[in-house]
Nanobody, 132 residues
């Protein structure tokens, strides 16, 4: 049975970056559509983005949900799917799952990796006075 394993999650501050990875045991998934999904606590699982590669031409297409466009980038090499996550926000906190559609052989999911984005920190502030 194919096993997908996600890694790279963790705790990061608001505005920070993480890079998630997804690998598969016992198979290559270069030519299959692979997606990243996420599920925040108390919410339904949602699709974040997908990557599809034509194995004959190596032409690759990616698609992203609107809320992550410009901040998340999905890429791949032969054995691994990556998702670079930049400018992370608190609403990105979720468990992130890798998903591969093997067509007639079914769809496989990984067990997920937790991404937690902590709120930005504020200092106490300092008074600035401009005299005339």
């Amino acid at each position: 049975q194919v096993q997908l394993v996600e890694s790279g999650g963790g705790l990061v501050q608001h505005g920070g970056s993480l890079r998630l990875s997804c690998t598969a045991s016992r198979t290559k998934f270069y030519s299959y559509t692979t997606g990243w999904f996420r599920q925040a606590h108390g919410k339904e699982r949602e699709k974040v983005g997908t990557i599809t590669t034509d194995s004959r031409t190596d032409y690759t297409t990616t698609h992203y949900t609107d809320s992550v466009k410009g901040r998340l980038t999905i890429s791949r090499d032969t054995d691994t799917i990556f998702m670079q996550m930049n400018d992370l926000k608190s609403e990105d906190t979720a468990v992130y799952y890798c998903n591969v559609d093997f067509g007639q052989f079914g769809v496989e999911w990984g067990k997920g990796t937790q991404v937690t984005v902590s709120p930005g920190a504020w200092g106490q502030g300092t008074q600035v006075t401009v005299s005339s």
